[in-house]
């Protein structure tokens, strides 16, 4: 109850209130106190020991009877000293040891005070000490240089006890009705400030609950009348906004389920929160499952933190059977409303009839292959004998030779086939083992550097790092280093350089190949690695371009775990960049 904002407001103003009147309490006392100390001192030197009264005193001292007439007129400036039952005079003998006169009828023994001691040197005694029990005033009655009398004026401080003492109490009955007068006023100004804020509450308690038609009625046009406003302003909004939530929603889920493809989402901890109908069918469970679970249904052996943090960044790809159809499975992690994985969805597709579709293809390719190898070995073995036969100026034999150069593409053209014919069919092509990768790549370049001499480029090659303990298949890595450096000669004119750059790091190996050549457009990069691609049709038949070479040199890296990346710009030049792992058992 007291940490209420009403309990607080009321608890300010009893505070203030009490800050106040002792603030206030203790400037009046100490003024009162040096009010009635300073009118001490003024009182008995400036109206009392006059002048005039100075000297009658001094000429009372040489009198037959000095300490009568002293006396006399010491009671004569009785009133002026304002000599009562508090405050009295003594004439004393010159060391102050003995009393030889006094108003008070009761006087005891006198304590030698600083004033005093003043005095009996010969000068007037008056300095107030606002911190002991009394006042005093000395004043030396002196003949000459001689000091005959004092008279002492001693104040005990009684009275200004009594009116301290009365003003303070005045001061506590004042702070008692001030402190009630205050929490009155405080619990109304809290009531007027607390009730509005009530009952924006109780609407925001409704407003949780998915009420939103009830408005607050603004009483005020202050600032909490504007925060009703605004409150108000807010939940017509909210409202608004969640029913457009909920129209999407219902469309998304309209949509979702209407899908061919399935659907499933998991939250962190593993949850299934969605799946549409396809889903179910596709993994042949109709109710709720676990992530583990729902990996176990689909033959897979996948974490979700393996898919959520490890492969945080990329898509997570997939190609199970089940029941007879192949599934395609893309896992990719989301993200919620403050950028941390909120966990991840899968997404089934059905590829059964492409992947016929695809397996028709290869086979339909590698038997046309293995038919076409035949003719054309035919073709250029009668092409050869007919141009051996022929005489050399013939016009003949120029149409012999084009013959044989065009069985001579055909023939390359074939070999790409059945390359990629066995790296489809998932043959055995591959056979590891550990060699020096530099060195392979350096007697690809060392092959070349003839035939670029002799187009006018200048090839080098840069070995970087220990690479002697790579683990690979060397024939397959031969075929695609040479692949890559003979593009870059073949693109590059004549002056133009090949940098050939291999070398190892912690983990990983690296080829390089950088040309100044004519670059291939930006338009073009996405599709380079696509078979029988080629970025100028007439060009690449011009150098014997097949389409072929990049797509078998990304197929053969991908088997040895690596990755092959192309940059390039036209009419500047190409790079590739080919990283392998260094241990790839």
Known sequence: MFKSIQWKIIAIFLLLTLSVMIVVGTFLLQNISAYYHDDFATTLSAQAFTPDMCSE?????????????????????????????????????????????????????????????????????????????????????????????????????????DIIRNIFINIIWALVFGLLISAFLGLILSRTIIMPISNLQIRAEQLAEGEFGHRIEVKSRDEIGRLTLAFNDMASQIDKNLSEIAAEKNKVEAILSQMTDGIVAFDQTGKMIHSNNAAKEYALCTENVEFKKFMELLGLDLSLEQLTYLDRNRVVERQVTIGGKVIRTLFAPYSDEDDKIGGTVVIMQDITKQTKLEMARREF??????????????IKSYAETILDMSEQDSPETGFIKVIETEADRMTRIVTDLLTLSKLDNTEKVMDKKVFDLAALVQSVVDKLK????????????????????YYGDADRMEQVVTNIVSNAVKYTPSGGKVAVVCGA?????????????????????????????????????????????????????????????????????????????????
């Open 505 to 585: 790091g912690y983990t990983d190996a690296f080829i390089r190949v950088a040309d100044n050549g004519i670059g291939i457009p930006q338009k073009d990069l996405p599709r380079i690695f696509e078979r029988f691609y080629r970025v100028d049709k007439a060009r690449s038949r011009e150098s014997g371009g097949t389409g072929l070479g990049l797509a078998i040199a990304k197929e053969l890296v991908e088997l040895h775990g690596g990755r092959i990346k192309l940059d390039s710009w036209e009419g500047k030049g190409t790079t590739v960049t080919i990283t392998l792992p260094m241990i790839n058992v």
């Open 450 to 469: 003839i035939n670029a001499k002799n187009l006018g480029i200048d090839i080098s090659f840069d070995k970087q790092g220990n690479t002697s303990g």
């Open 57 to 161: 005193l001094e000429r009372a001292a040489k009198s037959a009877d000095p300490v009568g007439e002293i006396t006399q007129i010491m009671d004569i400036y009785t009133v002026r000293m304002m000599i009562d039952s508090y405050r009295n005079y003594y004439i004393l003998n010159p060391d102050a040891t003995l009393v030889l006169a006094s108003s008070d009828t009761n006087y005891g023994a006198l304590t030698l005070t600083p004033n005093l001691i003043c005095a009996m040197d010969g000068k007037t005694g008056l300095e107030i000490d606002r911190s002991a029990s009394y006042m005093d005033y000395a004043f030396p009655i002196k003949d000459g240089d001689d000091v005959k009398y004092i008279a002492y004026v001693i104040d005990s401080k009684d009275e200004l006890y």
């Open 365 to 378: 390719v590698a038997n046309v292959s293995h038919e076409l190898r035949t003719p054309i070995t035919t």
